[in-house]
Structure formats: structure tokens, C-alpha cells
């Protein structure tokens, strides 16, 4: 079924290509935009038309809402997709799309604002009898006020931005002359990050797991899960190897979790593809918040379920019911995606944009690549270090853990340093292997003596297998008759 005739896609990289998959299976014409450094990028050349809309800087380019209404109306798009990051919970941008008489793919605007305030999204998990952690229950005000409270949960604790996200704007707190500092430090970048310097204080879980229920709901209110993902390995708050099913999960915390989720969903007034954010430590589990877009691990969500969430989120979109009760929906196998971003894991993660000399994606039995880089592509230094998301399906964890090693193996990206040996080093480790994760797992130190040990490993791999990519007179002649193909054919 066509949902709509023209989908803009209001982002770049890898997910923009992602959206135009589904849309191009579903005979729906797209629309790319992109920013000046990205005039050669992958998902201009694949979408149907493609449109600049200003400089490098996102404020002036993919975070430019009018421009990228402009540009929809002139195109004749009906619908935008927004992807994740820049404008995907971005309420005003939703409300802007609304009153211009398109459809926004996603939530409605009201409750991306209504869940986009931590305090405000916490108030209301509680009042819906979903477990919150103890804290400030509303914005902090003084000192003395964190304080009292500090004391009462006893510490550590966390400070955080009410109106934050990617681990933006949080400090731990371990005494009183700490979160003082925390208060501090918070709200100025809280107000810098986000123009709303409300912060609260909750308390700091030491070594917990992060897990999260994936939902998708209709105009009607029906809503169902599709099951569960652990994404507890991060770096900085943020997400570098996600999995589902979670491998701790049993069939009783299951049942609570989701249904908490379908709870929060309700609650919310939830349309579309949602995520609920759980932690979880010493047997409990607490909503930490809700992401009102597509998640980057939604690959991991396709693979185990079989569903197509984006033709789902443009089916909703379109006024559809969802085709599908809670009951249709099971478990196939287990599945594990490895973010690859260009960073030195051995550098703070340092990001390392440049020009890719070599590049060779892997393969065969279980395995998908989300990309939207190629061979003699240059990386920008504008935005998020992410390049590709390299995912593996096996028919229970051990063989998804198997198929990921392999990947990884075949996997050759030379010019700039990547995560690629991080992940092969956390597949060869043994408390990965037993399930044994938590969100502080890449500060143990096995980690780092692993990964110093597979990474001259990984880098003489990778040139080995690179010999065969090296670019000759007939090599070049085939590069250039595929761009020119691509030119005249995905037009």
C-alpha cells in the first residue's frame, strides 16, 4: 500500500538512507536534503531529488526548520521523516510541520513537549504507577533544597538536565561539596545546551543495567511492545552496543517491564514509534525516559521480530491502524548491533573525521550494514562521529556473538580510526559472553588491556585484506561507471 506519494527526509547519513529503503519499497517518491559538505554525500545520490539547505553548521542547515518546511512544500511532500538526533524530538519542529498542513512521522508535537521535560515525563510515570527513581520530583531551587534531598536517598547521586539528552549536561555526585559543584556545572550547561537551566538530583545507580522496551502505537490508542533490547555498553552516557532480547531478561520481569511501558505509552498519549528507558539494578527497574523518535537500535528490534518499523511509523503516520495485535508479535534468535564511529577508543574517544581510503563491508549469513559511507568518502568533522551500524543475527546469543566476531573480521575501513577492534575486543570478552554488562562496563580494565591487544591485530587484518581493494587503472574505471550509473538510475 503507497501511504503517501513524497517523503522528505529531514537528515543525513546512514538513517536517511535507512528511510528511503522502506520508502523506495513502498513506491513512495523521497526527498533528500542536505548541507553544503554533504553534497556528495550517500543519501543525496540515492534519494529521488535532493535539496541544500545552507552551511556545515547545523543551527544553519539540518537544524534550519523553516528552510526544511520551505523545501517540502516546494517539492510536494506530504510527510517528513525526521530520523533521530537534530529535529526528531524537537516539538516545535513538529508543531511547525503540523501547521504547514504536513504530516510529521512520529509523535504529535504535544507529546514530544509533554515528554521532552524529565521532571515534567517523571511526574507523569508516576502518577501512572510506573517505578521512578527517588529524587527531587520537581526542578531543583536552591542548594539546600538538592541537599535535604541528597541526604534523605542517600549519595551518590546524579545531577541531570531537566530539558538533556546523549548524557549532555550530567554530573555524579559522591558528598555535599561535589553536588554543590554538580548544581553548578549543571545548570550552566544546561542553559547553554538546551536554553532551560532546570536541573534535578536523583539517585546514582553504581553499576546498573540499561534496558528498554520498544513500542508502536495507533490513532486509536492501540498499543503493543516489541519486545526488549539491553543497551548498557556506552561511552559518556551514550550507546555503543545494543542487543535484543536483553540476555538477563526472564519471562516475570518481562511481563513487568513492558506492561510498565505500555503504561507509560498510554499515559502519554503515545502515536507511532516510541522507546522506554528503563535502569535496572538489584532486582528493580526504573523509568529513566521516554525517546519519542526511532531509535538507532531499532536494527537489532527488526532483526528478532521481523518488523519493519519505519513502514510501520509511515503506516501510523498515514492514519492506519496497526496491522498486528501483541499476541502476533514473538521472538527469532538473538541479535547484537556495534555502533562503528570514527573515534580513537584509546584517546577518550576521541572523534577522527577525515578521508576513507579503504572500505569493505561484510557479509553473509545474519549480517546487516546500516552505512552511509563508501570508499573515498570524506567524513565531516561537523557532526556525530557515527558511521555505520554493523548488526548480527544468530538463532540464540552465541551464535549472534559468533557472526558479530566474523563481521567484524571482514569489515575494512581505512583513513580514519574507528571503534571496529573496541567491539572485537568486548566479543572475545568473557563477562560480555556470560552477559555480565553494566553501563560503566568499558571502565573495567580488562577492556583496555584487551583492546591494546587486538588492536595491532585489527589494523594488520585490515590491511591485509585492503590489498585487495587497492585501486588500479581497471578498478577506477569500475568506480566510475557505478557513480555514473547511480547518477542516471537512482534519480
Same mark, same amino acid.
Given at each position: 500500500?503507497?501511504?503517501?506519494?513524497?517523503?522528505?527526509?529531514?537528515?543525513? +547519513?546512514?538513517?536517511?538512507?535507512?528511510?528511503?529503503?522502506?520508502?523506495?519499497?513502498?513506491?513512495?517518491?523521497?526527498?533528500? !536534503?542536505?548541507?553544503?559538505?554533504?553534497?556528495?554525500?550517500?543519501?543525496?545520490?540515492?534519494?529521488?531529488?535532493?535539496?541544500?539547505?545552507?552551511?556545515?553548521?547545523?543551527?544553519?542547515? /539540518?537544524?534550519?526548520?523553516?528552510?526544511?518546511?520551505?523545501?517540502?512544500?516546494?517539492?510536494?511532500?506530504?510527510?517528513?521523516?525526521?530520523?533521530?538526533?537534530?529535529?526528531?524530538? $524537537?516539538?516545535?519542529?513538529?508543531?511547525?510541520?503540523?501547521?504547514?498542513?504536513?504530516?510529521?512521522?512520529?509523535?504529535?508535537?504535544?507529546?514530544?513537549?509533554?515528554?521532552?521535560?524529565?521532571?515534567?515525563?517523571?511526574?507523569?510515570?508516576?502518577?501512572?504507577? =510506573?517505578?521512578?527513581?527517588? #529524587?527531587?520530583?520537581?526542578?531543583?531551587?536552591? =542548594?539546600?533544597?538538592?541537599?535535604?534531598?541528597?541526604?534523605?536517598?542517600?549519595?551518590?547521586?546524579?545531577?541531570?538536565?531537566?530539558? +538533556?539528552? *546523549? *548524557?549532555?549536561? &550530567?554530573?555524579?555526585?559522591? $558528598?555535599?561539596?561535589?553536588?554543590?559543584?554538580? !548544581?553548578?556545572?549543571?545548570?550552566?550547561?544546561?542553559?547553554?545546551?538546551?536554553?532551560?537551566?532546570?536541573?534535578?538530583?536523583?539517585?546514582?545507580?553504581?553499576?546498573?543495567?540499561?534496558?528498554?522496551?520498544?513500542?508502536?502505537?495507533?490513532?486509536?490508542?492501540?498499543?503493543?511492545?516489541? /519486545?526488549?533490547?539491553?543497551?548498557?555498553?556506552?561511552?559518556?552516557?551514550?550507546?555503543?552496543?545494543?542487543?535484543?532480547?536483553?540476555?538477563?531478561?526472564?519471562?516475570?520481569?518481562?511481563?513487568? &517491564?513492558?506492561?510498565?511501558?505500555?503504561?507509560?505509552?498510554?499515559?502519554?498519549?503515545?502515536?507511532?514509534? #516510541?522507546?522506554?528507558?528503563?535502569?535496572?539494578?538489584? +532486582?528493580?527497574?526504573?523509568?529513566?525516559?521516554?525517546?519519542?523518535?526511532?531509535?538507532?537500535?531499532?536494527? =537489532?528490534?527488526?532483526?528478532?521480530?521481523?518488523?519493519?518499523?519505519?513502514?510501520?511509523?509511515?503506516?501510523?503516520?498515514?492514519?492506519?491502524?496497526?496491522?498486528?495485535?501483541?499476541?502476533?508479535?514473538?521472538?527469532?534468535?538473538?541479535?547484537?548491533?556495534?555502533?562503528?564511529?570514527?573515534?580513537?577508543?584509546?584517546?577518550?574517544?576521541?572523534?577522527?573525521? +577525515?578521508?576513507? =581510503?579503504?572500505?569493505?563491508?561484510?557479509? *553473509?549469513?545474519?549480517?546487516?550494514?546500516?552505512?552511509?559511507?563508501?570508499? #573515498?568518502?570524506?567524513?565531516?568533522?561537523?557532526?556525530?562521529?557515527?558511521?555505520?551500524?554493523?548488526?548480527?543475527? *544468530?538463532?540464540?546469543?552465541?551464535?549472534?556473538?559468533?557472526?558479530?566476531?566474523?563481521?567484524? /573480521?571482514?569489515?575494512?575501513?581505512?583513513?580514519?580510526?574507528?571503534?571496529?577492534?573496541?567491539?572485537?575486543?568486548?566479543?572475545?570478552?568473557?563477562?560480555?559472553?556470560?552477559?555480565?554488562?553494566?553501563?560503566?562496563?568499558?571502565?573495567?580494565?580488562?577492556?583496555?588491556?584487551?583492546?591494546?591487544?587486538?588492536?595491532?591485530?585489527?589494523?594488520?587484518?585490515?590491511?591485509?585484506?585492503?590489498?585487495?581493494?587497492?585501486?588500479?587503472?581497471?578498478?577506477?574505471?569500475?568506480?566510475?561507471?557505478?557513480?555514473?550509473?547511480?547518477?542516471?538510475?537512482?534519480?
Amino acid at each position: 500500500m503507497k501511504y503517501f506519494d513524497k517523503i522528505l527526509i529531514a537528515n543525513r +547519513g546512514e538513517i536517511a538512507i535507512r528511510v528511503m529503503r522502506a520508502c523506495r519499497e513502498l513506491g513512495i517518491d523521497t526527498v533528500a !536534503i542536505y548541507s553544503d559538505p554533504d553534497r556528495n554525500a550517500l543519501h543525496v545520490k540515492y534519494a529521488d531529488e535532493a535539496f541544500n539547505v545552507g552551511e556545515a553548521h547545523p543551527s544553519k542547515s /539540518y537544524l534550519n526548520k523553516e528552510r526544511i518546511c520551505d523545501v517540502a512544500r516546494k517539492t510536494g511532500a506530504e510527510a517528513i521523516h525526521p530520523g533521530y538526533g537534530f529535529l526528531a524530538e $524537537n516539538a516545535g519542529f513538529a508543531k511547525l510541520v503540523e501547521d504547514e498542513g504536513l504530516t510529521f512521522i512520529g509523535p504529535s508535537w504535544k507529546t514530544i513537549e509533554a515528554l521532552g521535560s524529565k521532571i515534567g515525563s517523571k511526574r507523569m510515570m508516576r502518577e501512572a504507577g =510506573v517505578p521512578v527513581l527517588p #529524587g527531587t520530583p520537581e526542578g531543583v531551587t536552591s =542548594v539546600d533544597a538538592a541537599k535535604k534531598v541528597a541526604a534523605e536517598i542517600g549519595y551518590p547521586v546524579i545531577v541531570k538536565a531537566s530539558a +538533556g539528552g *546523549g *548524557g549532555i549536561g &550530567m554530573h555524579i555526585a559522591e $558528598n555535599e561539596e561535589q553536588l554543590e559543584e554538580a !548544581i553548578d556545572k549543571g545548570m550552566r550547561i544546561a542553559q547553554s545546551a538546551f536554553g532551560d537551566p532546570t536541573i534535578f538530583v536523583e539517585k546514582y545507580l553504581t553499576k546498573p543495567r540499561h534496558i528498554e522496551i520498544q513500542v508502536l502505537a495507533d490513532a486509536k490508542g492501540h498499543t503493543v511492545h516489541l /519486545y526488549d533490547r539491553e543497551c548498557s555498553i556506552q561511552r559518556r552516557h551514550q550507546k555503543l552496543l545494543e542487543e535484543a532480547p536483553c540476555p538477563i531478561m526472564t519471562p516475570t520481569l518481562r511481563e513487568q &517491564m513492558t506492561a510498565s511501558a505500555i503504561a507509560a505509552a498510554k499515559a502519554a498519549n503515545y502515536k507511532n514509534a #516510541g522507546t522506554v528507558e528503563f535502569l535496572y539494578a538489584n +532486582g528493580n527497574y526504573y523509568f529513566m525516559e521516554v525517546n519519542t523518535r526511532l531509535q538507532v537500535e531499532h536494527t =537489532v528490534t527488526e532483526f528478532i521480530t521481523g518488523i519493519d518499523m519505519v513502514k510501520q511509523q509511515i503506516a501510523v503516520a498515514a492514519g492506519e491502524d496497526l496491522a498486528m495485535d501483541q499476541e502476533d508479535i514473538g521472538i527469532r534468535g538473538h541479535a547484537i548491533e556495534c555502533r562503528i564511529n570514527a573515534e580513537d577508543p584509546l584517546n577518550n574517544f576521541t572523534a577522527d573525521p +577525515g578521508k576513507i =581510503v579503504r572500505y569493505r563491508s561484510p557479509g *553473509g549469513p545474519g549480517i546487516r550494514v546500516d552505512s552511509g559511507i563508501h570508499m #573515498g568518502y570524506t567524513i565531516p568533522a561537523h557532526y556525530d562521529s557515527m558511521i555505520s551500524k554493523l548488526c548480527a543475527l *544468530g538463532s540464540n546469543r552465541e551464535e549472534a556473538i559468533q557472526r558479530m566476531r566474523r563481521a567484524i /573480521y571482514e569489515y575494512v575501513i581505512l583513513g580514519v580510526k574507528t571503534t571496529l577492534p573496541l567491539h572485537y575486543a568486548i566479543m572475545q570478552n568473557a563477562h560480555f559472553i556470560a552477559g555480565d554488562t553494566h553501563t560503566h562496563f568499558l571502565q573495567e580494565e580488562h577492556i583496555a588491556t584487551d583492546l591494546r591487544r587486538y588492536l595491532h591485530d585489527e589494523e594488520a587484518r585490515m590491511q591485509t585484506l585492503a590489498a585487495s581493494l587497492r585501486q588500479g587503472k581497471h578498478v577506477a574505471a569500475i568506480g566510475a561507471a557505478v557513480e555514473v550509473y547511480l547518477r542516471k538510475n537512482l534519480k
